[in-house]
């Protein structure tokens, strides 16, 4: 075989990663072996969900009562038999992680967890095995807000498998958690209420607004250099709170009444992706004043805004560019352009102006039957397509797509002392 020469203008600083893989490739180059059926490297089994990382979090609500968590073993490519495949929950190994997390978390007690299957095997000629299910129960008897480590790794495999060190393991974080630890996806994605649609009997809820309080909690994962536009909730040309705009900054908070825009473009009050934030807006028609609060705390402010005309959500005619949306507003849906890609719950609509105390108190919980409340969408069901309004009002929000609920969801609470 030619060795071909090297540029000598190839940079110095290649990575190793890169070099082992070129590494790698000239050895199966030099190699008269078939693999068209096999690989020039060993075989290996690991398990799936610990294939990018060895950590896990599992947090739930406090008031859960069970869960359940999956995972498989896998082959890096089919062998010539069948391999069996044995996990194990690995005492051993909490001082390790501990270790490495910097912690000092105890093991999670076997009488809350049962697997449905310790053993599975991988058929010959095929890289999965069977799905195993551990269950959990009794999860209100832990301690609120403790963690707890459930390390569970690959035993043993048959015929000699040799075992992928680094996702061998998955270590489970188990935590039952006083905050919230639901919230749906808006990436791809948004929700719309039928109720607030013309001729709905519910409509009416919404319409008439003198006073108007939207409240949620978002995370945004990415602003997108291509999206002007992060929308959280209301209509499009109307009633519209969202983030950023043409000529505005993309990460700054921003609400529409009639087109009539508020605040000025001010960097010192963008948010940041990956944080959670609960936002609000506030609006009196009559009186023409209008706020906007981050985690209960004002942002901005104005004065003489609006038209004085009521808003109504409700009975809108312009066709579905301009309905009630939550995660988006305009444009064809398959673009999905103008959506938060991010997170989203506790979602709700007032009809009267909640005051600052008000909003702090409240920031993660609110009671469904508190006067004024016109629509609440918790978004805490963790799966399905509907997300229920827990007023009395029933106007359920429904996904445009499949909705997605993230896993190791866990909302600061910023308001506790």
Same mark, same amino acid.
């Given at each position: 075989m030619k060795t071909k020469h090297i540029h000598r203008d190839i940079p110095l600083f290649v990575s190793f990663a890169g070099s082992v893989i070129i590494l790698l490739l000239l050895v199966a180059a030099c190699d008269n072996k078939d693999y068209s059926k096999a690989s020039p490297f060993d075989n290996a089994v690991y398990i799936d969900v610990a294939k990018v990382k060895d950590v896990a979090n599992f947090t739930f609500n406090n008031l859960k009562q069970t869960g359940q968590q999956e995972l498989s073993a896998v082959l890096a490519y089919p062998a010539e038999q069948d391999i069996d495949v044995n996990f194990q929950v690995d005492p051993s190994l909490i001082g390790y992680y501990n270790a490495r997390l910097g912690t000092n978390y105890a093991m999670l007690d076997a009488k809350y967890y049962k697997f449905s299957t310790q053993h599975v095997v991988i058929p010959k000629g095929d890289v999965n095995s069977e799905v195993v299910t551990i269950g959990f129960s009794d999860l209100t008897d832990l301690d609120i807000d403790t963690n707890f480590l459930l390390p569970v790794t690959i035993q =043993?495999?048959?015929?000699?498998?040799?075992?992928? !060190?680094?996702?061998?393991?998955?270590?489970? %974080?188990?935590?039952?958690?006083? /905050? &919230?630890?639901?919230?749906?996806?808006?990436? #791809?994605?948004?929700?719309?209420?039928?109720?607030?649609?013309?001729?709905?009997?519910? /409509?009416?809820?919404?319409? +008439?607004?003198?006073?108007?309080?939207?409240? /949620? &909690?978002?995370?945004?994962?990415?602003?997108?250099?291509?999206?002007?536009?992060?929308?959280?909730?209301?209509?499009?040309?109307?009633?519209?709170?969202?983030? +950023?705009?043409?000529?505005?900054? !993309? =990460? =700054?908070?921003?609400?529409?009444? #009639?087109?009539?825009?508020?605040?000025?473009a001010d960097e010192g009050k963008l948010l940041q992706p990956s944080e959670w934030y609960h936002v609000a807006v506030t609006y009196d028609t009559e009186a023409k004043t209008a706020a906007i609060y981050v985690d209960g705390k004002l942002q901005s402010t104005i004065e003489d805004y609006g038209t004085g005309e009521p808003i109504n959500l409700g009975k809108q005619t312009r066709g579905k560019d301009f309905m009630f949306k939550i995660g988006h507003s305009y444009g064809e849906p398959e673009d999905m352009t103008r959506?938060?890609?991010?997170?989203?719950?506790?979602? $709700? %609509?007032? #009809?009267? &102006? $909640?005051? =600052?105390?008000?909003?702090?108190?409240?920031?993660?919980?609110?009671?469904?039957?508190?006067?004024?409340?016109? /629509?609440?969408?918790?978004?805490?069901e963790g799966k399905g397509d509907i997300a229920k309004d827990y007023t009395e009002n029933g106007n359920d929000a429904k996904a445009y797509a499949k909705a997605i609920w993230p896993e190791g969801i866990e909302v600061t609470q910023k308001n506790k002392e």
């Amino acid at each position: 075989m030619k060795t071909k020469h090297i540029h000598r203008d190839i940079p110095l600083f290649v990575s190793f990663a890169g070099s082992v893989i070129i590494l790698l490739l000239l050895v199966a180059a030099c190699d008269n072996k078939d693999y068209s059926k096999a690989s020039p490297f060993d075989n290996a089994v690991y398990i799936d969900v610990a294939k990018v990382k060895d950590v896990a979090n599992f947090t739930f609500n406090n008031l859960k009562q069970t869960g359940q968590q999956e995972l498989s073993a896998v082959l890096a490519y089919p062998a010539e038999q069948d391999i069996d495949v044995n996990f194990q929950v690995d005492p051993s190994l909490i001082g390790y992680y501990n270790a490495r997390l910097g912690t000092n978390y105890a093991m999670l007690d076997a009488k809350y967890y049962k697997f449905s299957t310790q053993h599975v095997v991988i058929p010959k000629g095929d890289v999965n095995s069977e799905v195993v299910t551990i269950g959990f129960s009794d999860l209100t008897d832990l301690d609120i807000d403790t963690n707890f480590l459930l390390p569970v790794t690959i035993q =043993q495999a048959s015929g000699g498998m040799g075992l992928l !060190k680094g996702s061998k393991t998955i270590c489970y %974080i188990v935590r039952r958690s006083s /905050a &919230i630890t639901t919230a749906v996806s808006l990436s #791809n994605n948004y929700f719309e209420v039928p109720g607030f649609e013309k001729d709905s009997p519910t /409509a009416d809820v919404v319409n +008439g607004l003198t006073q108007l309080t939207f409240e /949620a &909690i978002i995370r945004v994962n990415r602003f997108d250099p291509k999206n002007e536009i992060s929308t959280i909730m209301g209509i499009e040309q109307y009633c519209l709170f969202r983030l +950023g705009d043409s000529g505005f900054p !993309k =990460q =700054q908070l921003q609400f529409a009444a #009639n087109e009539i825009k508020f605040p000025k473009a001010d960097e010192g009050k963008l948010l940041q992706p990956s944080e959670w934030y609960h936002v609000a807006v506030t609006y009196d028609t009559e009186a023409k004043t209008a706020a906007i609060y981050v985690d209960g705390k004002l942002q901005s402010t104005i004065e003489d805004y609006g038209t004085g005309e009521p808003i109504n959500l409700g009975k809108q005619t312009r066709g579905k560019d301009f309905m009630f949306k939550i995660g988006h507003s305009y444009g064809e849906p398959e673009d999905m352009t103008r959506q938060l890609d991010g997170e989203i719950c506790e979602v $709700r %609509i007032w #009809n009267v &102006i $909640r005051s =600052q105390e008000e909003i702090y108190k409240n920031m993660y919980d609110v009671d469904p039957q508190t006067t004024g409340l016109k /629509a609440y969408w918790k978004f805490n069901e963790g799966k399905g397509d509907i997300a229920k309004d827990y007023t009395e009002n029933g106007n359920d929000a429904k996904a445009y797509a499949k909705a997605i609920w993230p896993e190791g969801i866990e909302v600061t609470q910023k308001n506790k002392e």
